[in-house]
């Protein structure tokens, strides 16, 4: 039973929008004033509670709405694609026609209001007095908050580029206007100011916070320092500086960041007392239930829900059509994610020569992940198998009738239903029987930082800084608990088809965790990886006169538009609105 996090914030009303003097004169009788909030260590942890909550890192819920139709974040990548052929997900963002007056893409987040909370807190936290925080407790706030505002940059900078650094709370009434309209700092001064802050960060947090998850600890900054400086080694390595510096890191920084996030990804590993979860012996399982049995093992940090009273959606928006109480199958994994997982007996391809790959057969003898992340036909998934066939074939006629022919989860038994013949397993509650989970009855924690990755991270890391002993040492153990067989420190691999390999490893241990998108871009190969149309596999069952079943496969165009990722996508735009409001920002490149 998860420990909850004590929350008064349904009791009191905070109004700290602002600081003038007229608020800090004129305390509204029938509301928690300023100075109570700042003298009082339960008052002050519930509004640092409130950025947590107010911070973009939570990929489980959808990503707004009607927008996605349910759909969680790598709806927008090579991963998936939105079920739903009315939502703006498919007909506008895939395809990249998209405006940039009002920023309306999914994944834009400006975050100074957070920004501001956070400055503002520093502030008010220092200044406190020891009657209010021991000397540990307000080092321990000030990591959280060193910690919250590292991150929030981050955000924006793997967004923007350059934005403007502000490490202050601004006054309207009192603040330079030099300062209130500040310029956009450049893209390499935004990375070094989340490394400075996520080392102040470390400094102040404690290994763990007893018996309060999802809260900071020194590991989970010293996880964002592993990712962010991987980052920013990426963009100096594989992007161009434009606009003297907004956007772009010179290459010969590049080095000096991938070392900086090998360090800290070899501290986690070494120092942090994490383990690659390894629980259960079906490997497919174990990497399942990595996501559902909420244990604190590998993960470094998460954002924790609540069944029932602070729950999330993602099963409601996520299960296979019959399962569903509304929504449901939002997401479609595409055939190009499935393709990737490799064959179990040889460690190749399926279209590799010699794979071993068997097309009658073909979700067999695969990469444990594949069922781990992905139901695919007649996998057992609460109690059921999901039936995705699209028709029945008996003796040379095709039944595509529902309740007769086409299965109870196929393709084109709804318009809901899956669009490409595959469905999301991936952190979906599974059990003896259909659990039809409702509306925010889910509650399944979000890992945003976990052991996997930072092996992941250092791999890549180690292979970019040309130590690939060193990064097949660090690929082998995330191989090996996914319970691969053949090549598994990718010693047939070497150069730039190890690099790829290491990539491919990364797709696939972090799929469906609002990463391949980022990846992507920042590898600078998105315009390909990002431009396609998504692929599906529509199956044919065949039931002969004794009532066996057996089934064949083909492949197909699924989406109608194709993905565009453009040049210019490689950054999202201020935007006119924001450049409106301060006229010294500077717009991207091609918008």
Not at 63 to 69: D, L, Q
Not at 269 to 291: H, M, Q, R, S, W
Not at 301 to 317: A, R
Not at 365 to 390: A, C, H, K
Request: charged share 25%.
């Amino acid at each position: 039973m998860k420990k909850r996090i004590n929350i008064i914030l349904a009791v009191i009303t905070l109004s700290l929008t602002s600081c003038t003097k007229d608020f800090l004169n004129e305390p509204p009788l029938d509301r928690i004033t300023e100075n109570d909030v700042w003298n009082d260590k339960a008052l002050t942890d519930a509004y640092l509670f409130q950025i947590y909550e107010d911070m973009p890192w939570d990929y489980l819920k959808d990503f707004g709405g009607g927008a996605g139709g349910g759909a969680q974040r790598d709806a927008l990548s090579d991963l998936a694609m939105s079920t739903y052929s009315w939502t703006p997900a498919t007909n506008q963002f895939r395809p990249g026609i998209w405006g940039t007056a009002n920023n309306s893409w999914p994944m834009d987040w400006w975050g100074y209001s957070n920004l501001w909370k956070i400055n503002y807190s520093i502030k008010n936290i220092e200044l406190a007095g020891s009657t209010v925080f021991t000397t540990e407790e307000r080092n321990h706030r000030l990591g959280e908050l060193y910690f919250l505002r590292a991150f929030s940059y981050f955000e924006m900078v793997k967004r923007y580029g350059g934005v403007p650094i502000i490490l202050e709370a601004q006054n309207p009434d009192t603040t330079p206007e030099e300062e209130y309209f500040p310029k956009r700092n450049t893209e390499k001064e935004v990375y070094d100011q989340v490394l400075t802050d996520v080392q102040l960060a470390y400094d102040l947090l404690p290994h763990r916070w007893s018996g309060q998850k999802g809260r900071a600890s020194k590991w989970a900054a010293k996880s964002l320092e592993s990712r962010a400086s991987l980052y920013a080694a990426s963009i100096a390595k594989y992007g161009t500086v434009q606009l003297n510096g907004l956007v772009g890191i010179a290459a010969s920084d590049a080095n000096e960041y991938y070392q900086i996030s090998l360090n800290a990804s070899n501290k986690i590993i070494t120092e942090g007392g994490f383990v690659l979860f390894d629980k259960y012996p079906n490997k497919a399982d174990n990497y399942a239930n990595l996501f559902v049995d909420e244990t604190e093992e590998e993960s470094i940090f998460m954002k924790i829900w609540l069944p029932f009273e602070k729950g999330h959606s993602y099963d409601l928006h996520n299960v296979p059509f019959s399962y569903r109480v509304d929504w449901g199958s939002s997401m479609s994994p595409t055939k190009q994610l499935v393709d990737s997982y490799e064959i179990l007996s040889t460690g190749l391809f399926p279209s590799d020569s010699g794979s071993g790959y068997d097309e009658n057969n073909p979700w067999e003898n695969r990469d444990p992940r594949l069922r781990g992340t992905i139901l695919t036909n007649n996998d057992m998934f609460q109690g059921s198998p999901v039936e995705i066939w699209y028709g029945t074939n008996r003796e040379g006629v095709v039944d595509t009738e529902r309740g007769t022919g086409v299965g109870k989860d196929g393709i084109g038994i709804h318009p809901d239903a899956t669009k490409t013949g595959f469905y999301v397993r991936k952190y979906l509650q599974d059990g003896g029987a259909p659990l039809f989970i409702k509306e925010y009855y889910s509650g399944q924690d979000c890992i945003l930082f976990r052991l996997g990755e930072i092996y992941l991270n250092a791999a890549e890391a180690a292979f970019e800084l040309g130590q690939e002993d060193s990064a097949r040492n660090f690929i082998e153990s995330i191989r090996t608990r996914a319970g691969l067989q053949q090549n598994l420190r990718l010693q047939a691999q070497s150069g730039i088809d190890l690099r790829d390999r290491i990539r491919n490893e990364r797709k696939l241990e972090l799929a469906f965790e609002d990463q391949r998108y980022w990846d992507v871009r920042r590898w600078r190969i998105a315009t390909e990886a990002l431009s396609i149309k998504a692929q599906g596999v529509k199956t044919l069952r065949h039931v002969d006169l004794s009532g066996n079943s057996t089934f064949t496969y083909e492949f197909f165009d699924a989406e109608s538009l194709q993905m565009n990722f453009d040049e210019r996508h490689y950054y999202l735009p201020i935007g006119q609105n924001r450049i409106n409001n301060n006229n010294r920002l500077i717009e991207n490149p091609l918008y």
